[in-house]
């Protein structure tokens, strides 16, 4: 295989391959400057055949069972005669780096179905745990003929804006019992929400589910709906006993069909589009600013000179910036 050969990796991709799909993420995911440049000609040569996949996103607290109930939903997808790629999202150490990617050992019977895939990836330390490089891998598996893309992510954070920005549909799963139902929620996650779903409601916890059912709808009521056209459900299942799995994908489909008739989901697609542009602007503007040789050379003193309080921070981020236009006195 010449890995410097794009047509390698698109051609690949296209016929299903799952080593060269697996090859063609480990390219995208890659920081050697060679490698992205090659990245680069492998997503605009795959961008015509990606779109068609319903992009399904999933968060929730920790402990919520996230792994188990996409295992659940997916095995039953699976048996609908979908083909199925999961995108989990591992926690990064901030020291190392590293992280556990034991996702597909969560999900060992999901793993072993010839119609799914399963993709862990390190979130890189970025907030609301979505990998960096998550909607391209999103689009080369839309590209592989996958009709539905799950991406799981690490749990409830500050930027669950990040996981909506690149998804059809939001669900966030919740758990009964846990004291304050709305405490371990916040707000502007339940605004980004297009369903909400108790897990665990089964056995003595299946009435807690119900109540905390609800509760959540009468919080959802007071809240602007992500779009107008849809009223986030709450609904109850049980991941282990397979009960209501079959009802959340069905509201997912209700959810697509109505958000494809009034021409709200192609208009979410575009802005989603448009919002992913500015997100890699920022990335390359960043990625430049350390990269700028004064600013390697400099920055150490200037941020020392701050933490002694000889220089204020905002002399010193503006001399910073400087330096990109050669200016480095102000």
């Not at 690149?166 to 139902?181: C, I």
């Not at 990335?283 to 000179?305: T, W």
Request: contains cysteine; glycine residues 8%.
């Amino acid at each position: 295989m010449n890995i410097k050969d794009p047509q390698i990796y698109i051609d690949g991709v296209r016929a299903q391959d799952r080593r060269v799909l697996s090859k063609t993420i480990t390219l995208i995911e890659s920081s050697l400057p060679a490698h992205r440049e090659l990245a680069r000609a492998v997503l605009d040569a795959l961008l015509p055949y990606s779109g068609k996949a319903v992009r399904l996103g999933i968060t929730g607290v920790p402990g919520v069972g996230k792994s188990t109930f996409i295992e659940s939903l997916g095995g039953a997808l699976v048996k609908k005669g979908y083909r199925l790629a999961v995108l989990a999202v591992d926690p990064s150490s901030s020291r190392s780096g590293g992280s556990v990617m034991a996702d597909k050992t969560r999900m060992e019977k999901l793993a072993l179905e010839k119609n799914a895939f399963i993709r862990p990836s390190p979130s890189g330390g970025t907030l609301g745990g979505v990998a960096r490089k998550t909607r391209e891998t999103m689009l080369v598996c839309e590209a592989a003929g996958f009709d539905v893309i799950i991406v799981e992510t690490v749990g409830v954070g500050q930027s669950e804006s990040a996981v909506a920005s690149m998804v059809d549909f939001f669900l966030v799963l919740m758990l009964a019992g846990a004291g304050d139902e709305l405490q371990g929620i916040k707000r502007g996650v339940l605004e980004l929400a297009d369903a909400l779903a108790i897990n665990k409601a089964d056995g003595d916890n299946a009435e807690k589910a119900e109540k905390a059912a609800k509760i959540y709808a009468s919080a959802l009521n007071i809240l602007q709906p992500p779009t107008p056209s849809w009223a986030p459900p709450v609904l109850t299942c049980s991941a282990l006993e397979m009960s209501g799995i079959d009802k959340i994908w069905q509201t997912v489909v209700d959810h697509r069909e109505k958000m494809s008739h009034s021409g709200e989901l192609n208009q979410k697609r575009r802005e989603q589009a448009l919002d992913w542009m500015w997100n890699l602007v920022r990335e390359g503007l960043q990625e430049r600013f350390y990269q700028h040789p004064e600013v390697k050379k400099c920055l150490p003193l200037i941020a020392r000179s701050v933490e002694k309080g000889e220089t204020t921070p905002t002399i010193a981020a503006t001399k910073l910036l400087l330096f990109l236009d050669n200016k480095p006195e102000i």
